[in-house]
Each structure stands twice: as structure tokens, then as C-alpha cells.
């Protein structure tokens, strides 16, 4: 069969958008290769999930406070620098090769940090190397990762494979969680290594004999590496609807994560409930989230930028609600702030996808990153700054209405508006 492009993109020129290769994709619901590489995705963030947490409880229980926050920080620094020469390389060569070699890398780092534990080689040195080279993967291949769908299924298709991938990615982290700790508890730092070692093996081998990519992408020339980063800066400058897009999805997270991973944790603290009460307000997050993406995917709507935009609107006066001093009215909060996350996630991102130009899509998907990694770990310290000088409510408030703000101005953007 001929190469056709997939119509929903040939209009932004003939180097911009994916060519069919071969037949044109199945159903969804019976794409089996979709299926299991959305399958695998969630439980690499499950083994994710678990080697964060015996991480985390193996740099407190073993060294200094001053010296766990930097490993536990370890591998944001080397994202951070890499993560736009990844949009690059992103945008140049065949993604399934730069993942399978990014996920064998992550692996062996793991298999061999979990030989080096038990052999008695353990401490900062080991943790800090490993959170390096691991970050490093992560900068490198994140971007090529955003792309995967692209290749896969028909544009009409990319916003219920973003649901499927966040139900799979908010279950795997709540489930995995506990058992990190169940696993540090029973095994060991290298037992919970060589389980998230085991799940970057499974990634690779599904996407060297499972996956076939059905589109080709476009690739960019092979220009200087400078060159390539300002033709992405000059492809935002140009097209606004893209531009739009890229700041909303990079400002999110900035107002969402201080009051999600500080504030209810400073709310529960300060009000004398117990730890008890910050996980059940997790879960309630986690439950909105997977009860929002399920909706968002049976939820077809006209313009889904704008929406989910307006829908976040909501989200920042939520935020603002998780300040209150009431059990009931925090959990009540922090499920409509799930609610909101897991629908606006699935329209917003099935959208980035489909309005992006795929020949630009993992530089635009590096910088994207690149605002989280920025801007999030300033947030928070500045959230708990305010709280210290106020209170936590009047710092919740702050945020949320920054946050509901922000998304309507987004939301009454022309170049929001005119997506469909």
C-alpha cells in the first residue's frame, strides 16, 4: 500500500506530517500492539513508583537530611540539561531505537547499583551516580517518548491513548507506593533496583518485537544542533495556536504540584489529624483523576483545548478549597481537583498532539518538559514561604486563584479557541 498522510495534519505542509506506512490501524478497542505498549508504559511507572519510594525511605534512613534531599533530587539536574538536546535527537532518529537503548541504559544502571548494594558498596556516592546517569536517560529519550502515540494511531485516536496512558500511570503510582515500601521493607534498596530494573527490560523488549510504528514522522535535516533548537523556537514564534499550548501545559504544574505534594501536607499537619488523612486525600486526587480521564475519553467535545482550560478554572478554585481547616471539604477538594486534572489532561494533551507539528513534536515536547523541571521546584519552596508568613489557606487561595486566572485567560485565547 502507499504512503498516504493522516489527514488530520496534511495541512501543515508536506514536512509536516506523518506518512501511513502499510495498513491503517485497527480499531482501538482492538488494537492489541496500542494496547500493550499502554500496558507496559503502566507498569514502568508502577516500578517507577517503587523504586521512588524505597529510594526515598533508604536516603532518610541512611543519611543525613541535608544529604537525602540531594539525592533525592539527583536526577531532576540532569533532566533539566539534557532534556532539550533529547527534543533534538527526538526529532532526528528512529524513536524505538532511542527508547529501547534509553530503557537497557536505566536497567543496567539499576542491575548494577543493586550488585554494588549488595556487595557493600552503598552510601551517597552509589545513590548520587545512579540518580546522574538515570536522569541523564530520562532528558535524552522524554521527549522521544511524546512522540510514540503519534506514530501509532490516527490523530481522532491520540486523546483516548493519552486517557488510557493516565489511568495507567495514576493506578500504577497508587498502587505502587505501598509496595515500594512493602519491597524496601522485605528486599532491600537492591531488591526494589532489580524490580524497576525489570520493568525497563520489559519496555524494551515490547517495543523491539511488539511495536511497529504505522506513520512515518517527519525528520529534520541534519543541521547543527544550535540550528535545530532555533528552527523549534522559531516554529513556536510562528504558529500561536502551538505556542498557547506549550506555556499553558508548562504553568500548570507550577500552581497544581506546591499544593498538592506541600500544602495538604502542611493542612493535615497543622489541623492535628494524622497521617491517615493525607493518604486518604492522595487517594481522593488519584480517584478523581482516573474518574476524570474515564470521562474525558467517553466526553468527545468541539473545542477540547478550551475546555479543558475552562475545566481547570474550576481546578484553581478547588485548590484554593484544600486550605480550609474541614476533613470533609479537604477530601471533597482534592477528588473535583483529580476530577479536573484527569479530564483537562486527556483533551489538552490529545490536542497538543494533533495541533503540533509532528516534524517539531519532541523539541515542543522538550520544552514542555523543560518549564515543569524549571519552574515547579521554585514553586513549591515559595508556596511553603508564603504559608510560614500567612497561613496555609491564604497561600492555597494565592495559588488557586493565580492558577484559576491563568486558565481563563488560556481559555478566551483565540488561538485556544479555534481548536477542534
Same mark, same amino acid.
Not at 33 to 43: D, E, S
Not at 374 to 389: D, E, Q, T, W, Y
Given at each position: 500500500?502507499?504512503?498516504?498522510?493522516?489527514?488530520?495534519?496534511?495541512?501543515?505542509?508536506?514536512?509536516?506530517?506523518?506518512?501511513?506506512?502499510?495498513?491503517?490501524?485497527?480499531?482501538? #478497542? +482492538?488494537?492489541?500492539?496500542?494496547?500493550?505498549? $499502554?500496558?507496559?508504559?503502566?507498569?514502568?511507572?508502577?516500578?517507577?513508583?517503587?523504586?521512588?519510594? *524505597?529510594?526515598?525511605?533508604?536516603?532518610?534512613?541512611?543519611?543525613?537530611?541535608?544529604?537525602?534531599?540531594? $539525592?533525592?533530587?539527583?536526577?531532576?539536574?540532569?533532566?533539566?540539561?539534557?532534556?532539550?538536546?533529547?527534543?533534538?535527537?527526538?526529532?532526528?532518529?528512529?524513536?524505538?531505537?532511542?527508547?529501547?537503548?534509553?530503557?537497557?541504559?536505566?536497567?543496567?544502571?539499576?542491575?548494577?547499583?543493586?550488585? *554494588?548494594?549488595?556487595?557493600?558498596? !552503598?552510601?551517597?556516592?552509589?545513590?548520587?551516580? =545512579?540518580?546522574?546517569?538515570?536522569?541523564?536517560?530520562?532528558?535524552?529519550?522524554?521527549?522521544?517518548?511524546?512522540?510514540?502515540? +503519534?506514530?501509532?494511531?490516527?490523530?481522532?485516536?491520540?486523546?483516548?491513548?493519552?486517557?488510557?496512558?493516565? &489511568? #495507567?500511570?495514576?493506578?500504577? !503510582?497508587?498502587?505502587?507506593?505501598?509496595?515500594?515500601?512493602?519491597?524496601?521493607?522485605?528486599?532491600?534498596?537492591?531488591?526494589?533496583?532489580?524490580?524497576?530494573?525489570?520493568?525497563?527490560?520489559?519496555?524494551?523488549?515490547?517495543?523491539?518485537?511488539?511495536?511497529?510504528?504505522?506513520?512515518?514522522?517527519?525528520?529534520?535535516?541534519?543541521?547543527?544542533?544550535?540550528?535545530?533548537?532555533?528552527?523549534?523556537?522559531?516554529?513556536?514564534?510562528?504558529?500561536?495556536?502551538?505556542?498557547?499550548?506549550?506555556?499553558?501545559?508548562?504553568?500548570?504544574?507550577?500552581?497544581?504540584?506546591?499544593? &498538592?505534594?506541600?500544602?495538604?501536607?502542611?493542612?493535615?499537619?497543622?489541623?492535628?489529624?494524622?497521617? %491517615?488523612?493525607?493518604? *486518604?486525600?492522595?487517594?481522593?486526587?488519584?480517584?478523581?483523576?482516573?474518574?476524570?480521564?474515564?470521562?474525558? /475519553?467517553?466526553? !468527545?467535545?468541539?473545542?477540547?483545548?478550551?475546555?479543558?482550560?475552562?475545566?481547570?478554572?474550576?481546578?484553581?478554585?478547588?485548590?484554593?478549597?484544600?486550605? &480550609?481547616?474541614? +476533613?470533609?471539604?479537604? /477530601?471533597?477538594?482534592? %477528588?473535583?481537583?483529580?476530577?479536573?486534572?484527569?479530564?483537562?489532561?486527556?483533551?489538552?494533551?490529545?490536542?497538543?498532539?494533533?495541533?503540533?507539528?509532528?516534524?517539531?513534536?519532541?523539541?515542543?515536547?522538550?520544552?514542555?518538559?523543560?518549564?515543569? =523541571?524549571?519552574?515547579?521546584?521554585?514553586? &513549591?519552596?515559595?508556596?511553603?514561604?508564603?504559608? %510560614?508568613?500567612?497561613?496555609?489557606?491564604?497561600?492555597?487561595?494565592?495559588? #488557586?486563584?493565580?492558577? *484559576?486566572?491563568?486558565?481563563?485567560?488560556?481559555?478566551? +485565547?483565540?488561538?485556544?479557541? !479555534?481548536?477542534?
Amino acid at each position: 500500500m502507499s504512503a498516504e498522510p493522516d489527514t488530520a495534519t496534511a495541512s501543515a505542509g508536506p514536512l509536516a506530517h506523518p506518512t501511513l506506512v502499510g495498513e491503517s490501524p485497527p480499531r482501538l #478497542g +482492538r488494537d492489541r500492539m496500542v494496547q500493550a505498549w $499502554v500496558a507496559t508504559m503502566a507498569v514502568s511507572w508502577f516500578g517507577d513508583a517503587v523504586w521512588t519510594v *524505597a529510594l526515598a525511605w533508604t536516603a532518610v534512613h541512611t543519611l543525613s537530611p541535608a544529604m537525602a534531599g540531594l $539525592v533525592l533530587g539527583a536526577e531532576m539536574l540532569p533532566q533539566a540539561v539534557f532534556v532539550l538536546v533529547g527534543g533534538v535527537i527526538a526529532d532526528r532518529w528512529d524513536t524505538r531505537r532511542i527508547l529501547v537503548t534509553g530503557r537497557l541504559v536505566q536497567g543496567l544502571v539499576l542491575v548494577g547499583g543493586a550488585l *554494588a548494594w549488595s556487595a557493600g558498596v !552503598r552510601g551517597a556516592p552509589l545513590l548520587l551516580s =545512579m540518580g546522574v546517569v538515570l536522569g541523564t536517560a530520562t532528558g535524552l529519550t522524554l521527549p522521544a517518548s511524546a512522540t510514540l502515540s +503519534r506514530q501509532l494511531v490516527r490523530s481522532s485516536d491520540l486523546a483516548t491513548v493519552s486517557g488510557w496512558s493516565q &489511568i #495507567g500511570g495514576r493506578l500504577a !503510582r497508587l498502587l505502587g507506593a505501598p509496595a515500594g515500601g512493602m519491597a524496601v521493607a522485605v528486599a532491600g534498596p537492591s531488591g526494589a533496583m532489580l524490580a524497576n530494573a525489570v520493568t525497563f527490560v520489559a519496555v524494551a523488549a515490547v517495543l523491539t518485537f511488539v511495536v511497529r510504528p504505522r506513520y512515518r514522522m517527519p525528520r529534520t535535516p541534519h543541521s547543527s544542533w544550535v540550528s535545530s533548537l532555533r528552527d523549534g523556537a522559531a516554529y513556536l514564534r510562528r504558529d500561536e495556536s502551538a505556542r498557547l499550548l506549550v506555556l499553558g501545559l508548562a504553568a500548570l504544574n507550577v500552581f497544581v504540584s506546591p499544593v &498538592i505534594a506541600l500544602g495538604v501536607a502542611l493542612r493535615v499537619s497543622g489541623s492535628g489529624w494524622g497521617p %491517615a488523612w493525607l493518604g *486518604a486525600a492522595e487517594a481522593a486526587f488519584a480517584t478523581g483523576a482516573i474518574a476524570g480521564s474515564v470521562l474525558a /475519553i467517553r466526553w !468527545r467535545v468541539a473545542r477540547p483545548a478550551q475546555a479543558g482550560f475552562t475545566v481547570l478554572v474550576g481546578q484553581g478554585l478547588c485548590l484554593a478549597a484544600t486550605g &480550609i481547616g474541614s +476533613r470533609v471539604t479537604l /477530601i471533597a477538594a482534592m %477528588a473535583l481537583v483529580g476530577v479536573a486534572a484527569g479530564s483537562a489532561s486527556v483533551w489538552l494533551s490529545g490536542t497538543y498532539q494533533r495541533t503540533v507539528a509532528p516534524s517539531h513534536l519532541g523539541r515542543v515536547s522538550s520544552v514542555s518538559s523543560l518549564g515543569d =523541571m524549571a519552574l515547579v521546584p521554585l514553586a &513549591i519552596p515559595a508556596f511553603g514561604a508564603l504559608a %510560614a508568613g500567612s497561613s496555609v489557606l491564604a497561600a492555597a487561595c494565592v495559588y #488557586g486563584a493565580a492558577m *484559576a486566572a491563568l486558565c481563563l485567560w488560556f481559555a478566551t +485565547r483565540p488561538g485556544i479557541a !479555534r481548536l477542534r
